[in-house]
């Protein structure tokens, strides 16, 4: 079920969307039930205390929910799309400084593949549109 008109957001948007956000809550209960696996994976000492990532898969998952709701009318839920690009755009820059700064490997890096570069170019296109849509109609730009 749909709910933004076929002539305002294509259906690759709600598939995209759909993907993140079954991708973000898999992801998600990965880091909250197994949260020393991946540390094992790249041959890192899990973080002491292990709470603060569960606490990041937390909110990883909420995200999750996020985009999916978002798929249902993703012009009128922009702002879900933009706080979800901010953060796939900010997690790699500090993923980038904590590596240069030998805090973390730079092995680790691969996370921010699949949990971040990969949807930077569908989020940002959402957010075009949708930036496009709203100022050929300006009276409707929050709605």
Request: hydrophobic share 55%.
């Amino acid at each position: 079920m749909r709910f933004d008109s076929p002539n305002s957001s294509p259906g690759w948007m709600y598939r995209v969307l759909w993907l993140a956000g079954l991708y973000n809550l898999a992801f998600g209960a990965y880091v909250v039930f197994a949260p020393c696996s991946l540390f094992n994976l790249v041959g890192m000492s899990p973080p002491v205390p292990i709470l603060i990532w569960q606490c990041l898969g937390m909110v990883i998952g909420v995200y999750g929910i996020g985009y999916i709701c978002a798929a249902y009318a993703p012009m009128r839920h922009w702002p879900i799309v933009l706080v979800g690009l901010m953060g796939k755009i900010l997690g790699p820059v500090g993923f980038c400084v904590a590596a240069y700064r030998a805090e973390l490997p730079w092995r680790f890096g691969w996370v921010n593949v699949a949990n971040d570069l990969i949807w930077w170019l569908p989020f940002a296109i959402i957010l075009v549109r949708a930036w496009v849509s709203a100022h050929a109609r300006p009276h409707r730009w929050f709605v």
